[in-house]
């Protein structure tokens, strides 16, 4: 939860804002009150993408879906402008950690725990089944821990029987590690598919292990497609009930029903001795720290809190300590999971059907920036030193493809599907990218820098290259998946290094790049590896390596 920000509106329809929530590639989730002094979550699409016919679809969607699905294991929805821009739904608020957020703080559950909670979300599915929707992104980010049990929250893309699905460039509904094999294959997201993710999310929840290991993502869906899921150390019983609704085969695995007749649960999870104190009940929101005043609200304008937490006696009492509960974040009942999957950058599609690409001839090509948000302005030398690399934890939607012209297509011209998400520095961001035996040379540099009077600020960029297919990272070969990768990327350097000669800067892949996923360094594999289009994707880089966002895209071919 953050405050509110000088550029964030004061109110939405009717709801005084309080904070921010958390943001995605489609807009802002706030914490809101009501005219009648009830918190809600408000989810407002970004008014640059308004045009985009999928998002508003799914956006929509979600909307409808949480209107007709009434249970007491989702929340309810109270408000919501869906005709005109701008867009926005809002929900009830539920204070608490995610099932994601309390086992990363705390580690695995109890087996007693994990078949409560197991049975309270079988129960929750069949509720939602029983409205005709499949939820098809079930994880522990997507699970709230309320103070009476479990809710399931992000329906961005679950869909109702007899709907047509909605993709996103060919990729399956769904996340790595939790979405089911016949789903990575092309099947429809049926009820089986939900059970499956149940399955995957209580691994995690037993073991505090990712159910299908890390990497990316094309190699955690290979896992789930063929490998067995991760139940070392767990309970027997628990571990033969996961194994079993994550069967390969969907019509082997159990119902909602037969999962709570399994869980054999004869007590409330309330009761539990463990559950009470993952930070379910009442977590105080700090909104009296954020702005509360503005254009439209009314004098004198207090904020609802909720009341200070009972502490839960007992052998996991440690779990409700103040470490944990310094770490637990609030969650609005609205992830941002499924918006963070979905294109980002001012117009969506904005660079499909041009070739704006520099090709693999070397021939620089002017690059206006792309839409969305403006560059940093400068700061008078007061830029921050950037993070030594950016880390590989996003899904790239980044595609190069060559030119249909075939001249142009020798010589290694083509085109990106999406527009940056940011906009390049100065006038014209310029680059060239030259393919020359098992190297390739990357240049990158901003026109007419050279004729300021004195250097510009530093603009770290960092250059990702990404093969066509994922790559094994034991043996650099490629799996028969697409790569969703953000790839191997260099250092970020200072895009002004030259700036007083008009020089390119060079990279040259794969010497100069490396892939950095959990810890872990990999050098870049060689072009022979994965012949075919390679994309290229240059990112402005804050200082974390997971701050950074796309200012440019190109590619090249790999005969």
Not at 163 to 183: I, W
Not at 364 to 383: D, I, K, L
């Given at each position: 939860m953050e405050a509110l920000r000088d550029v964030d509106p004061a109110r939405?329809?009717?709801?005084?804002?309080?904070?921010?929530?958390?943001?995605?590639?489609?807009?802002?989730?706030?914490l809101g009150r009501s005219p009648g002094g009830r918190l809600v979550a408000v989810k407002v699409i970004r008014d640059e993408i308004t045009g985009h016919p999928e998002a508003l679809a799914r956006f929509r969607r979600e909307a409808e879906t949480v209107r007709a699905v009434r249970s007491a294991y989702t929340a309810n929805l109270i408000d919501a402008s869906l005709a005109a821009p701008p867009f926005w739904l809002a929900t009830e608020y539920v204070a608490g950690p995610t099932l994601g957020r309390a086992?990363?703080?705390?580690?695995?559950?109890?087996?007693?725990?994990?078949?409560?909670?197991?049975a309270a979300l079988a129960e929750g599915l069949a509720s939602v089944h029983a409205y005709g929707v499949?939820?098809?992104?079930?994880?522990?980010?997507?699970?709230?821990?309320?103070?009476?049990?479990?809710?399931?929250?992000?329906?961005?893309?679950?869909?109702?029987?007899?709907?047509?699905?909605?993709?996103?460039?060919?990729?399956?509904?769904?996340?790595?590690?939790?979405?089911?094999?016949?789903?990575?294959l092309g099947a429809e997201a049926g009820a089986a598919a939900d059970v499956f993710a149940l399955g995957a999310t209580l691994a995690y929840a037993a073991t505090g292990r990712p159910p299908f290991g890390t990497g990316v993502a094309a190699t955690v869906g290979y896992r789930a497609v063929h490998e067995p899921i991760d139940v070392a150390g767990v309970e027997p019983g628990l571990a033969a009930l996961i194994e079993a609704c994550v069967a390969k085969d969907p019509?082997?695995?159990?119902?909602?029903?037969?999962?709570?007749?399994?869980?054999?649960?004869?007590?409330?999870?309330?009761?539990?001795?463990?559950?009470?104190g993952l930070g379910a009940l009442g977590e105080a929101v700090p909104v009296h720290e954020m702005r509360t005043r503005g254009p439209g609200l009314p004098a004198g304008y207090t904020p609802t809190q909720h009341a200070p937490a009972v502490p839960v006696p007992g052998r996991w009492a440690g779990w409700r300590s103040p470490r944990a509960m310094a770490s637990v974040a609030v969650v609005a009942t609205l992830s941002l999971a499924a918006w963070m999957l979905l294109p980002s950058g001012g117009k969506g599609e904005g660079g499909r059907g041009k070739d704006s690409a520099a090709g693999a001839s070397g021939t620089?090509?002017?690059?206006?920036?792309?839409?969305?948000?403006?560059?940093?302005?400068?700061?008078?030398?007061?830029?921050k030193p950037p993070a030594e690399y950016i880390e590989n934890n996003q899904v790239s939607r980044y595609l190069w493809t060559p030119s249909t012209d075939p001249d142009r297509a020798a010589h290694g011209v083509g085109q990106c599907n999406l527009g940056a998400e940011q906009k390049a520095p100065g006038a014209d961001m310029q680059t060239s990218v030259t393919v020359s035996g098992k190297s390739v040379t990357i240049g990158m540099r901003v026109k007419y820098a050279e004729n300021s009077q004195t250097k510009p600020d530093p603009y770290y960029v960092s250059v990702a290259v990404r093969s066509p297919h994922d790559l094994d990272p034991q043996t650099g070969k490629p799996f028969p998946m697409d790569n969703r990768a953000v790839g191997f990327t260099s250092k970020p350097i200072d895009i002004y290094g030259k700036w007083n000669t008009g020089e390119f800067l060079k990279l040259t892949y794969p010497d100069d790049f490396a892939e950095h996923v959990n810890g872990k360094t990999r050098p870049g594999a060689p072009l022979a590896n994965d012949p075919g289009d390679w994309t290229v994707v240059f990112y402005h880089v804050e200082d974390e390596p997971a701050k950074y966002a796309s200012i440019h895209c190109t590619g090249f071919q790999v005969a």
């Open positions: 939405i329809g009717a709801h005084a804002l309080l904070a921010r929530l958390g943001a995605g590639g489609m807009g802002q989730v706030y086992v990363a703080e705390r580690g695995g559950l109890p087996a007693p725990t994990c078949l409560r909670l197991f499949t939820h098809r992104d079930l994880k522990p980010q997507n699970v709230i821990l309320g103070a009476q049990g479990p809710q399931l929250i992000d329906f961005g893309i679950a869909r109702g029987v007899g709907e047509t699905a909605l993709t996103q460039d060919g990729q399956a509904p769904g996340t790595p590690g939790y979405t089911a094999p016949e789903v990575l019509a082997a695995r159990p119902g909602p029903a037969e999962v709570i007749a399994r869980c054999g649960v004869r007590d409330a999870l309330i009761d539990d001795p463990v559950y009470p620089p090509v002017q690059t206006p920036g792309a839409g969305g948000a403006a560059a940093p302005s400068a700061s008078n030398g007061t830029a």
